[in-house]
């Protein structure tokens, strides 16, 4: 399954961006969709995932604040985040994992600013 993320950008300090991560067809025998982010000189980061059942689980950096849907079809993933801080600046992937295997995207910066 080929995945781009999109909708990153620069945002000041208490904005708000919403990312979305598309599959190329849609994703058969999917069993969870998730974010993950990497700050520049960090590791990367699991930041929450969505199962098919519609349970969602994140980090406790975010909560409260992130938000993982995605649509029915199965094709995509968003991650909603609000009240950004600067500690949220990173590039974010999407990833999926489906009895098949596992796919990841190409990332999609986020830089927040103080």
């Known amino acids: 399954v080929q995945l781009q993320a999109s909708g990153g950008g620069l945002v000041q300090a208490g904005g708000s961006l919403r990312l979305s991560c598309e599959a190329s067809?849609?994703?058969?025998?999917?069993?969870?969709m998730r974010w993950y982010r990497q700050a520049p000189g960090k590791e990367r980061e699991w930041v929450g995932s969505?199962?098919?059942?519609?349970?969602?689980n994140y980090v406790d950096s975010v909560k409260g604040r992130f938000s993982i849907s995605r649509d029915r079809a199965k094709k995509a993933v968003y991650l909603q985040m609000n009240s950004l801080e600067p500690r949220d600046t990173a590039v974010y992937y999407c990833?999926?994992?489906?009895?098949?295997?596992?796919?990841w995207g190409q990332g999609t910066l986020v830089t927040v600013s103080s």
């Open positions: 067809t849609r994703i058969i025998g999917l069993k969870v």
């Open positions: 969505i199962l098919m059942n519609g349970s969602v």
């Open positions: 990833n999926v994992d489906t009895v098949y295997g596992t796919s």
